[in-house]
């Protein structure tokens, strides 16, 4: 009895196993490049939001999540790419998202916007990433308005690197 157990065991694991890897199960960011490309060279952003310097925290993230996950494909010049990477900051906007009074917002969020395109060193569109929308809360302080923009401040930085992930994985996904 003890031998037939052990064998629905095994058989049970080996099916599971079949099926994670049959089904095209990977890790969020784990896949390849669209259009076998390889080497991406990375623009700076376009600015469209209105936050000032915005162009440069986003880029600078969008490149360190290219690094972080694949450090040799990154191009250093375009002559050395068969990609580049372009987008636009679309908007960042800010809602109230609790108040203690009519008057008086106790948390906001920030909304980010950023649409991406992968094209070949002629001009053709490899890939194109629609909306990538990603959200960031932070607290506002009573009558501490410096100290609610410096909230702000890192509630964006938070943004930028949630949206440079999305936008890597997004690239990444091969469904």
């Known amino acids: 009895m ?15 196993a079949g099926m994670l890897v049959g089904c095209g199960y990977h890790f969020a960011g784990s896949g390849k490049y669209p259009a076998g490309v390889s080497r991406v060279y990375i623009t700076m952003l376009k600015n469209r939001s209105g936050v000032t310097g915005a162009e440069s925290t986003f880029t600078n993230d969008l490149i360190y999540e290219f690094t972080r996950n694949r450090p040799k494909s990154i191009a250093k010049d375009r002559s050395s790419a068969d990609s580049i990477l372009t987008g636009t900051i679309g908007r960042l906007s800010v809602q109230n998202i609790s108040r203690s009074s009519i008057s008086q917002a106790l948390e ?68």
């Open 2 to 16: 003890k031998r037939g157990r052990k064998f629905v065991y095994w058989c049970s694991i080996g099916i599971l």
């Open 108 to 175: 906001r969020r920030v909304t980010g916007a950023l649409t991406l395109r992968l094209t070949s060193p002629d001009g053709r569109i490899l890939w194109s990433s629609g909306a990538v929308v990603e959200r960031q809360s932070y607290a506002v302080v009573a009558g501490d308005k410096p100290a609610t923009e410096q909230n702000k401040s890192k509630a964006i930085d938070k943004l930028s690197k949630k949206l440079a992930e999305s936008a890597y994985n997004r690239l990444t996904d091969n469904f």
